[in-house]
């Protein structure tokens, strides 16, 4: 017993000490603090068309000027956070100044740990490599046609929905060239599958069936209707909103997906009608 209290007493403090270090890990720097230009800012939440019904995240808010003007301008709310207290400080303060701070707010927080969920638009100016360790997050957690705004850098392997370039003499003390790349992303729906389709008259005797795949905002598939195989056409994924045409139908689809559930119209010969599809046999 005296031994393994002792080999407890030796081993205990390492493993606290291991914890301790693991939970003190320092926050990745995910860049210094360089304030957009205003010009950035402007495209940015104009390309992202925001609103008031919106509820903006930016990640690294620096002097906060994203968000700020994200609700001083275009009325929405929001969030910034950042890792150095004295501009988060900052932030607070100059949204009380400007009459937003009702609207937004700013805390010191890594932003590799926010939880992004309640964000209908996320900005980022941010150092490349770290702009694509977020990847994975964004698409996790943010809802289905949320955006992303990335300044400069964007996000690999995820085909942006818009691409700005602006020329901007401020640029060059930052960066060296005037040029500024603002590139919208929108986080596109979960639609691989198949979906048990429900269809008007018009378009087939009974239910059809859709097999869906997906990479990212591309997708593709084939319809069986009617005891017919038909590959689909033009299929195009933007965030929740999903529409492809059926070759030799003349038919065109439109819908929203929600969930394991679409829900759209179809126009065929002309007439409109509602379809309606579900994730499953
Ligand atoms: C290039 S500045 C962008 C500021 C602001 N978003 C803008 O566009 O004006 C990047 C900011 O990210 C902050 N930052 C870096 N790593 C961070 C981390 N892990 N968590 C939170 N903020 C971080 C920096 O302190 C800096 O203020």
């Known amino acids: 017993m005296r031994s393994l ?6 081993v205990l403090p390492l493993l606290t000490l291991a914890g301790v270090q693991a939970q003190d890990k320092p926050p990745i720097n995910a860049g210094p603090y360089v304030p957009s230009p ?3 800012v402007s495209a940015m939440l104009r390309e992202a068309q925001v609103g008031p019904d919106d509820f903006l995240i930016d990640l690294g808010s620096g002097d906060g000027k994203i968000v700020r003007t994200a609700a001083k301008v275009f009325g929405a709310r929001g969030l910034g956070v950042e890792i150095q207290e004295p501009l988060v400080a900052l932030s607070n303060e100059l949204a009380k100044k400007e009459g937003t701070a009702d609207r937004v707010s700013f805390v010191r927080q890594d932003l590799f740990k926010t939880d992004l969920s309640p964000a209908t638009v996320v900005t980022l100016y941010l150092l490349p490599h770290t702009v694509n360790l977020l990847r994975a997050k964004l698409l996790d957690e943010l ?5 992303v705004v990335a300044h400069d850098y964007g996000l690999a392997g995820w085909l942006p929905q818009k691409v700005v370039e602006l020329e901007d003499p401020e640029k060059v003390a930052i960066s060296g060239v005037a040029r500024t790349v603002i590139y919208l992303y929108v986080v596109p ?3 691989a599958g198949t979906w048990s389709v429900s269809v008007p008259p018009t378009v087939a005797k009974g ?3 859709l097999e869906l795949t997906q990479q990212l905002t591309s997708i593709a598939g084939e319809a069986l209707i009617d005891g017919k195989t ?9 965030g929740d909103e999903i529409s492809f045409d059926l070759p030799g139908r003349d ?6 997906v929600r969930g394991r559930t679409i829900e759209g119209s179809v126009e065929s010969a002309g007439v409109r009608a509602p379809w309606r599809a579900t ?3």
């Open 5 to 10: 209290l002792r080999l407890a007493a030796l």
């Open 38 to 40: 205003d010009s950035a």
């Open 143 to 147: 809802r289905p046609g949320a955006r």
């Open 189 to 191: 729906a979960k639609v």
């Open 207 to 209: 239910p059809m069936r």
């Open 230 to 238: 038909v590959p689909l056409a033009d299929a195009r994924l933007v």
């Open 251 to 256: 038919a065109v689809f439109r819908g929203k």
């Open 279 to 281: 994730l499953g046999r």
